[in-house]
């Protein structure tokens, strides 16, 4: 009766038979005593992992994490198992399993990994893959009705921030929980700060600056890929595979002014190139005007180079300032959790909470918004033209250029196995590329 939900019981049981029986449970039990709320919520919950890399490993590890923190916090009783990874390269499938007890047969590789790790029973999949992958990979999930977390960026290009909307609208119809790994999110001197500005503490935003400038970080060695595996590691230097740095980094940054904005912007203006960078194909700066409604701008920076100022974060001219005698009236979106020190540690919390507690929680649009405004930047900057949300994600008609952008390789070529190969320097030159006059590759 007490364990109704150890690992020797059907795996899907739903929700709404869980809430029944385990209501009967507490009703045996002290009722609202802590055994009894522990014996009510007590749920094992089981993990797929598709990405084993840095991310991935430490994303599994924060999953394990968070059900500490909520069992230490709140007398949950609540219990994680991976039960499945799956990676490109089986061989780092299985190293991650291994640390976690998994047998070999559960640790998935190859270009259809991800299938199969989604079609276990997990009730959540954890997503740290390649960037281009995201789309495709989190559509499946929730279309098999899982839970997801999934690393930020989301996308690479416009079809594939469409792809995530859409997917995360039909989550919020299956009733399944979505949280992303823009984990400014789940800090809670971030949430406390959204919610002064909703408040209207600080009166409106004037106007703002978000910044990733920092040394190099990915590798710099110019690699001639003549298979895909040699696109999947290291990822991070193709365009195509990361969604370029602006995507892949700054997407933190700029999801901050999307968030205190309410808002995705209208256009970008933008510029960029690269100065030290000789492996793949990313540009190693970015500039870029964002223009939000009501005449709003922020200025976004990002760079990647060695040997210049450095500056993360993000930073906004309100029109007042917050008077002394202040008081919050927002709620904390995340009571009674509250906030674990460590965010990415807090965004499993929360996760976690929502899918036990039935709370709304679905980050997907949020994330897709920010991608879509990093693309807008980046596309602008390649192109040297000004760049529109609606002509990108919302009107086929106005751009179709753009709107259809879609990268080669795509996340099915790789499945095909028809990928076309990617080469060192085959950088897009403002002024002269446009979205339909750039193939990729040798
Ligand atoms: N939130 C953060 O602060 C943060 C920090 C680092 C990375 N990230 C994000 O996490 C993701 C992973 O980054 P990382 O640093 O772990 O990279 P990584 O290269 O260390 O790991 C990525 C793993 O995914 C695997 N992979 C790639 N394509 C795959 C596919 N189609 N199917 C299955 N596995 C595939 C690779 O083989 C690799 O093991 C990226 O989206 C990155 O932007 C987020």
């Not at 999949?125 to 390649?130: D, K, P, R, S, Y």
Request: hydrophobic fraction near 35%; include cysteine; charge should be neutral.
């Amino acid at each position: 009766m007490n364990d109704s939900l150890n690992k020797h019981q059907p795996v899907q049981q739903s929700r709404r038979d869980f809430l029944k029986s385990s209501t009967l449970a507490a009703g045996v039990a002290m009722a609202g005593s802590p055994f009894a709320i522990a014996q009510q919520n007590k749920r094992k919950f089981r993990v797929a992992l598709i990405g084993c890399g840095g991310r991935g490993n430490g994303a599994i590890n924060d999953h394990y994490e968070a059900v500490k923190f909520l069992n230490d916090k709140l007398n949950l009783g609540i219990e994680v198992e991976l039960i499945a990874t799956a990676d490109w390269f089986k061989g780092k499938a299985e190293a991650t399993g291994k640390r976690y007890g998994l047998p070999k047969e559960k640790c998935f590789g190859g270009a259809d990994a991800y299938k199969k790790a989604i079609a276990t029973d997990c009730d959540i999949v954890l997503m740290a893959q390649a960037p281009l992958f995201k789309p495709l990979h989190f559509e499946t999930a929730i279309k098999a009705g899982k839970n997801v977390f999934f690393e930020k960026p989301v996308a690479v290009d416009p079809p594939g921030v469409r792809q995530v909307i859409a997917a995360g609208e039909l989550a919020k119809k299956k009733g399944l929980r979505v949280v992303a790994g823009t984990q400014r999110r789940h800090d809670e001197g971030y949430n406390r700060r959204a919610r002064e500005i909703k408040d209207g503490a600080y009166g409106r935003i004037m106007e703002g600056r978000v910044a990733w400038n920092m040394g190099a970080i990915f590798t710099n060695t110019p690699v001639k890929p003549t298979s895909p595996d040699q696109l999947i590691s290291p990822w991070q230097i193709w365009v195509e595979m990361s969604g370029d740095h602006i995507v892949e980094q700054h997407v933190h940054n700029i999801d901050v002014a999307n968030w205190y904005l309410d808002a995705h912007p209208i256009s970008a203006g933008g510029f960029g190139d690269r100065a030290q960078r000789v492996a793949g194909n990313m540009y190693d700066f970015f500039s870029g005007d964002l223009e939000y409604p009501n005449g709003i701008h922020i200025h976004s920076m990002c760079r990647q180079v060695p040997g210049c100022w450095d500056w993360v974060g993000e930073g906004f001219t309100f029109e007042k300032s917050k008077p002394s005698n202040f008081k919050l009236s927002t709620p904390d979106p995340y009571e009674p959790v509250g906030y674990h020190r460590n965010p990415y540690v807090g965004e499993h919390a929360h996760l976690i909470y929502a899918i036990l507690k039935e709370k709304e929680l679905n980050e997907a649009r949020n994330v897709a918004e920010s991608t879509g405004s990093a693309i807008l930047i980046r596309e602008s900057a390649y192109s040297g033209l000004r760049t529109n949300w609606d002509a990108f994600y919302e009107d086929p008609s106005k751009e179709p250029d753009w709107y259809n952008l879609k990268m080669k390789p795509t996340a099915e070529d790789f499945e095909t196995g028809d990928v076309v190969m990617l080469k060192d320097g085959d950088i897009r030159v403002a002024g002269k590329y446009r979205p339909n006059n750039y193939s990729p590759g040798a």
